[in-house]
């Protein structure tokens, strides 16, 4: 297999391209959590669920920062974690909408 800047930027171990995978349990949990954010726009749950979501997704960020599959995996998690810390120090209202 050639040792090109794009091998090792999109794949994988096994010579495979990997941009996008099936959804693995903290992305599972921070769309739930997401979409149920607009069910209880207010309160307790809201604030919880907030949480949950916010965790969820740094935890696969984290993941995929650390454990991710290509270079390019790695930078998504990076981009991601970035976006979800800034989020909640700097309080993008536009990121809020997505469930960051």
Do not use: H
Not at 70 to 98: H, P
């Amino acid at each position: 297999m050639n040792n090109t800047l794009f091998d090792k930027i999109f794949r994988d171990s096994n010579g495979e391209i990997v941009i996008a995978q099936p959804p693995n349990l903290p992305i599972i949990v921070w769309l739930t959590a997401s979409l149920l954010k607009f069910i209880f726009p207010s309160g307790a749950i809201n604030v919880g669920l907030d949480v949950v979501a916010f965790g969820s997704l740094f935890t696969w960020a984290w993941l995929e920062l650390f454990q991710g599959v290509n270079y390019f995996r790695r930078t998504l998690g990076l981009v991601v974690l970035i976006a979800v810390i800034a989020s909640r120090t700097v309080g993008l209202n536009a990121l809020g909408s997505f469930g960051f």
